[in-house]
């Protein structure tokens, strides 16, 4: 029977190896893609102010979009990379669940996300507008949570990481089409908790802002916990 120690060094490794597997290479181009995004932004706000954004749009515009992008960037090619190295079913055939395994790497992005989110939000209150970046960082990693979730969904009903991405991208270009007509209603992906209707009462919006970000989590597992079941059918994914 394994003792504590052992079980916390054997998921420690486990993690690390999530760690190298997952973010191979991709860090440096997250970083190169936050940076020139920010740039960009912040060289309209400088030269172009007229054509900016308002400060009820810095959430939005400098946490949640580019939180929800890199979701889909990290996840598109999680299972699609397995199954090119021809590596995916040597994953069914380990001591391990394929379920704690898949979950693990998902738990790397998840806190690598959270992470990018604190030093993003950090960044726009200093740079571009003044707003609770602690609590915009945490209301942004639900999308973001959201979109990694369903995009590992995506990736397994997908052969092509480029298929997975696009769907996941295609969704997100949906919501943003939707946003005028759902912004102020309680199923808003990218609902701004700090924007209180008017006319809406303190305690209802509350309520509403609680159970919007609860669904938008909950829809998350769900969609994790379809794909590892599909995964099952390996016959269908090889």
């Not at 999530?18 to 995004?37: D, E, N, P, T």
């Not at 391990?96 to 790497?105: G, K, L, T, V």
């Not at 209150?125 to 960082?137: K, N, S």
């Not at 295609?170 to 808003?188: I, R």
Request: with cysteine; hydrophobic share 55%; charged share 15%.
């Amino acid at each position: 029977m394994l003792t504590w120690k052992a079980l916390l060094g054997s998921l420690w490794r486990l993690y690390r190896l999530s760690v190298q597997i997952v973010f191979h290479r991709k860090i440096l181009f997250m970083c190169l893609g936050m940076v020139a995004y920010y740039g960009i932004l912040y060289a309209f706000a400088v030269f172009r102010p007229d054509e900016g954004f308002s400060v009820e749009q810095a959430l939005l515009v400098l946490v949640e979009v580019p939180g929800s992008v890199l979701a889909i960037y990290l996840t598109m090619d999680m299972v699609s990379g397995e199954r090119d190295k021809d590596t995916l079913e040597i994953l069914f055939s380990t001591s391990s669940s394929h379920y704690s395994i898949w979950i693990m790497r998902l738990f790397s992005i998840y806190l690598m996300l959270m992470v990018a989110l604190a030093v993003i939000s950090s960044a726009a209150y200093f740079l571009f507008a003044e707003f609770p970046y602690v609590l915009g960082a945490v209301n942004a990693f639900a999308p973001a949570f959201f979109m990694v979730s369903l995009t590992f969904y995506f990736s397994v009903l997908c052969r092509s990481s480029n298929a997975a991405g696009m769907l996941a991208v295609g969704l997100l270009v949906v919501v943003f089409l939707m946003a005028e007509s759902l912004q102020e209603s309680p199923y808003y992906l990218f609902m701004n908790p700090f924007q209180q209707p008017m006319g809406v009462d303190e305690t209802i919006w509350a309520e509403q802002v609680f159970f919007n970000r609860l669904g938008v989590v909950v829809l998350g597992i769900l969609s994790v916990y379809f794909a590892l079941r599909r995964m099952e059918q390996r016959e269908k994914l090889l």
